[in-house]
């Protein structure tokens, strides 16, 4: 099986293609210009340079969140006109275990996604690797870095964070005198292939069905029922 991957969620974006679970090719970006000028373009060169186009691949994979109202966007938007355009089903995976599943030999250990959320908090979910499978100990959440603390305290094991707010995440636990371990950016950070792997285990969909998870409103919804509340 084929599959294309999307990675937008972030500063960075990617996209990969997957044959029969092992990644072909991989074209990685973090540079000034916004995803919706570069996404598409660098998955047409990256197929192109492997002499495959849309038409070629049995699905398209993309992270739908959480991370960045934009990117996410962006990503989601991008996966449903490659769909459409190509008649493919796509799968949506959540963002947090797409990390986590760059991280699946590691047998036993605790996997800590997190992403800056600003506004003081952290999406965040909790995973560990078992008989080589990622499986999840919480849901997706946007959660206060103090609440993460509280929860390795509970816990009591080390956590290895990956995302964009890991090395946050990782300071605040070395801060606090908890177990907690950083892996190289490579590892780290969000990336197509991550996304491929988690779509290995998901079951495509039409390209209708697919919707971005953003977990919490945007700032613009947030304003706009801030002003209705004191207009009521």
């Known amino acids: 099986m084929k599959i294309l991957a999307i990675e937008s969620s972030a500063r960075a974006a990617s996209v990969a293609l997957a044959t029969d679970g092992r990644l072909t090719a991989q074209y990685y970006e973090e540079s000034a210009l916004t995803h919706s000028r570069t996404l598409l373009k ?11 186009t849309v038409a070629d691949v049995d699905a398209i994979a993309v992270a739908r969140g959480p991370g960045s109202f934009t990117g ?3 990503g989601v938007a991008a996966a ?7 008649e493919k089903p796509v799968c949506g995976v959540s963002t947090l275990e797409a990390m986590a599943w760059q991280l699946v030999p590691m047998e036993g250990a605790v996997i800590a996604s997190a992403m800056d959320a ?4 952290i999406y965040n979910a909790l995973f560990e690797c078992r008989d080589g499978e990622i499986v999840r100990l919480t849901p997706d959440r946007a959660i206060s870095l103090e609440e993460l603390v509280d929860s390795g305290k509970n816990l009591g094991r080390a956590y290895i964070f990956v995302g964009d707010g890991g090395n ?3 300071n605040r636990f070395r801060e606090e005198g908890l177990p907690a371990l950083l892996p190289p950016a ?3 950070l969000q990336t197509a292939w991550g996304v491929a ?14 919707e971005p998870n953003y977990l919490r ?13 004191k207009t009521n």
């Open 42 to 52: 660098m998955a047409e060169d990256m197929l192109a340079g492997l002499e495959m």
């Open 72 to 74: 996410v966007r962006i």
């Open 80 to 86: 449903k006109g490659l769909a459409w355009g190509a």
């Open 118 to 121: 600003r506004r003081g908090q």
């Open 168 to 170: 946050i995440c990782y």
């Open 186 to 188: 490579s590892l780290r």
């Open 197 to 210: 792997l988690a779509a290995m285990k998901r079951e495509p969909q039409p390209a209708f069905d697919l």
């Open 217 to 229: 409103l945007s700032q613009a919804e947030r304003e706009r029922l801030e002003k209705l509340k």
